[in-house]
C-alpha cells in the first residue's frame, strides 16, 4: 500500500511527503486502503479503515432550502431525521491538497451518517445531541478512470451504502445518477463539488 501511495506524491515538498508518510506508518494495518477500489462489476467498494483516515469534520441536522436545487426527494427525507455527518479524507488526497489547494484524481471522501440521539441508555445525559445508530454511509469519488461511466462524463461521482454496510468489507455500491448528487454538489458545494464550506480542516486550506 505505501509504495502505490508514494508514487502519487513523488513531485509534493519534502515536508508535505514526510507529513504524509509519518501518518501512513503510524497507521499500517489499520487503514487498509486510500484510494477507490472496484468490484468486477464495476461498482464501488466501501474502503477499509476510513475511520484511521483524516478527518475533515461533522455536522448536525442540516437541511437545504426547500427552493434550491439540492433538495431532492432523498434530501427531503432525510431532512425528517436530526443526523450527524462525519466526514473522512483518505491521506493521500489530503496530502495533495495541502501542497495544491486542489483535489488530485483520485480523491475519496467518506461520509458516515449517524441518527441524532438525546437520550443515552445509562441516563447520564442531562442535555445534548450525539450520534447514535449509524443510518448509512456516504462516499464522494473523484475519479475519471472509474470503470461505470455510462451515461456520464463527471469526474466525480457518488455512492450509497444503506445501513449496515461498514461491517462487510466486500460490500459495494453503484453511482448515483448526476441528477441525483452530481448536480447538487457542482450547483452549491464551495470547491470542486466538495462542501469545504462545511469542512474547517479543508477550508483553512483551499486555495482559488
Known amino acids: 500500500m505505501l509504495s502505490a501511495i508514494f508514487s ?8 508535505t511527503l514526510s507529513v504524509l508518510l509519518g501518518f501512513l506508518l503510524a497507521t499500517e494495518g489499520t487503514a487498509q486502503s486510500t484510494g477507490p477500489a472496484y468490484d468486477a462489476a464495476g461498482n464501488i467498494l466501501l474502503p477499509k479503515g476510513y475511520r484511521s483516515w483524516v478527518f475533515v469534520g461533522a455536522n448536525l441536522g442540516l437541511v437545504y432550502r426547500p427552493e434550491i436545487q439540492a433538495m431532492t426527494s432523498r434530501e427531503a427525507a432525510r431532512a425528517e431525521t ?13 496530502a495533495a491538497f495541502l501542497e495544491t489547494g486542489t483535489f488530485p484524481d483520485p480523491t475519496v471522501l467518506v461520509m458516515e451518517v449517524f441518527r441524532g440521539e ?14 447514535g445508530e449509524r443510518l448509512l454511509v456516504e462516499l464522494a469519488v473523484k475519479d475519471p478512470q ?3 461511466r455510462e451515461g456520464s462524463k463527471e469526474n466525480w461521482a457518488y455512492y450509497i ?8 468489507p466486500l460490500a459495494s455500491a453503484e453511482a448515483q445518477p448526476d441528477s441525483e448528487c452530481f448536480a447538487c454538489h457542482r450547483s452549491h458545494a464551495s470547491h470542486d ?13 483551499r486555495r482559488p
Open 8 to 15: 502519487r506524491f513523488l513531485s509534493l515538498k519534502s515536508t
Open 82 to 94: 436530526m443526523a450527524f455527518h462525519t466526514v473522512y479524507i483518505d491521506p493521500a488526497a489530503y
Open 118 to 131: 438525546t437520550r443515552d441508555a445509562d441516563g447520564a445525559l442531562k442535555e445534548g445531541t450525539f450520534p
Open 146 to 148: 472509474r470503470p461505470t
Open 161 to 168: 451504502f444503506p445501513g449496515d454496510a461498514e461491517s462487510d
Open 193 to 205: 463539488n466538495v462542501w469545504v464550506q462545511f469542512y474547517p480542516v479543508l477550508r483553512e486550506r
